[in-house]
């Protein structure tokens, strides 16, 4: 990553970090890093009274949403947060999390992790100097669209979020990132995360043969098709795509079922392929494309997608993974991961702590962060690391200048 060590611009305020409990893991850990780099910032202004607050052991304001026996809840905070430049984190797509109603354990779903947000965005009061949600996966993100009489959730949310005095929103992957629109005039950051899934498949695979004679990425659908062709033309190898062939005259669950995946593109036959997507739900239609690249000969099967919900369990993915399938998953840290994925030989993660801490540093510095959200660099940097050397070192380090 960039060196932030010469962040000297005035903060817009003190900083202050609010990860409610679907998030606490990676508050944490971004906490940790920030807390780090500006212990160790060597910076002329930092004893000045603008800096007030800078150097802190931790940025975290904590919060809380207890719930009455109604299920009804409130949302608090443990601190003034007057004049502060907050960063609220959630993982709406969070299921671990459970509370009481009527004597009764219930599950929280999106929409109660959405509503706490909302809770403690009220608990803030408009106090705060300026406040950016930092929502990984956006909320209602795949109810983006309307094509009958139906509702369209992610807009009024964000609509919403922007009513309550929400300043900026950051989030990754978006299902679809044209529902910005919703709100042209606030801002909205949708990032990739291509950066930390080559690093991650690069150092987990020592002897991957990055060009167009031994590698292909698929794109799973249409919709998935801009991300596999940045993310192919970074490895210098060719894109094919799958598109979903579909019954309209049934609906089931509120879709349209599909009926086949049909193939366009060059031979795979003997070809390592990566299939990109933004999530993996059930993960029923990422193995139907899995098994029909091995059908037609693809030597090993990669499935990378930004959220790994695993819907419908992990034994699908276990038995793949058994029939020489599928050979590797990778998924990143933005939503809950379920404990057990990370005994499993097919799977690693990819961590976005780091990524989130710098973004936040930056933005809280009213710095740029347009060559953070531009990753080619680095991302052309470890692609020629790994064909050097077949491998790549733990962190990024920018290239000498001679």
């Known amino acids: 990553m960039p060196d932030s060590s010469n962040l000297i611009n005035i903060p817009v305020g003190k900083l202050g970090i609010i990860p409610l409990q679907s998030i ?22 930092k004893d000045s009274i603008t800096f007030a ?44 999390i459970k509370y009481n109603i009527c004597g009764q354990e219930n599950m929280m779903s999106p929409d109660d992790h959405y509503a706490d947000l909302k809770r403690v965005i009220a608990a803030i ?8 949600v930092i929502m990984p996966f956006l909320y209602e993100s795949r109810q983006h669209k309307r094509s009958s009489r139906e509702s369209l959730d992610c807009a009024i949310a964000l609509q919403e979020l922007v009513s309550l005095g929400i300043d900026n929103i950051i989030t990754f992957d978006a299902h679809d990132p044209r529902v910005q629109n919703a709100i ?30 031994h590698m292909m ?30 019954d309209y005259t049934t609906i089931v ?47 090993r099967v990669y499935a990378l997608a930004t959220f790994g919900l695993f819907t419908a369990g992990l034994e699908i993915f276990d038995k793949a993974h058994e029939e020489g399938i599928i050979e590797k998953v990778i998924t990143t840290n933005l939503t ?17 702590s780091k990524y989130i801490a710098i973004l936040i540093d930056h933005l809280n510095h009213n710095a740029s962060i347009s060559g953070l959200i531009d990753q080619t660099e680095r991302i052309q940097a470890r692609i020629a690391e790994y064909k050097k050397t077949g491998t790549i070192t733990a962190n990024y380090k920018a290239p000498s200048v001679d």
């Not at 607050?53 to 608090?76: H, L, M, N, Q, W």
């Not at 809950?336 to 961590?351: G, H």
Request: aromatic content about 10%; proline content about 4%; overall charge negative.
């Open 125 to 132: 009061g408009g106090k705060a100097n300026r406040i950016t």
């Open 217 to 246: 990425v698929i794109s799973p659908d249409e919709g998935a098709m801009n991300r596999a062709i940045y993310f192919a033309n970074h490895l210098g190898v060719d894109v094919g795509m799958f598109y979903k062939r579909r």
């Open 24 to 45: 606490t893991a990676i508050g944490e850990k971004v906490d940790s890093y920030i807390a780090r780099w500006r212990a160790e910032r060597h910076n002329e202004h």
């Open 336 to 352: 809950y991961q379920l404990p057990e994925l990370f005994d499993r030989p097919w799977y690693e993660s990819a961590d976005m």
């Open 53 to 96: 607050g800078y150097e802190k052991d931790s940025y975290i304001v904590k919060s809380c949403c207890p719930r009455f026996g109604s299920g009804e809840a409130k949302g608090t905070l443990s601190e003034s947060v007057r004049g502060t430049d907050l960063y609220l984190l959630v993982d709406v797509v969070n299921h671990s």
């Open 184 to 213: 042209p005039y606030s801002g909205f950051e949708n990032i990739m995360p291509t950066y930390q899934f080559i690093k991650t498949l690069l150092r987990t695979t020592p002897d991957l043969k990055l060009d167009s004679d």
């Open 253 to 299: 669950n509120g879709k349209n079922p599909i009926v086949a995946h049909e193939f366009l593109g060059d031979d795979v036959e003997g070809k390592d392929v990566i299939i990109m997507d933004d999530m993996i739900a059930s993960g029923e239609s990422m193995l139907d494309v899995a098994k029909q690249l091995k059908d037609r000969k693809a030597n």
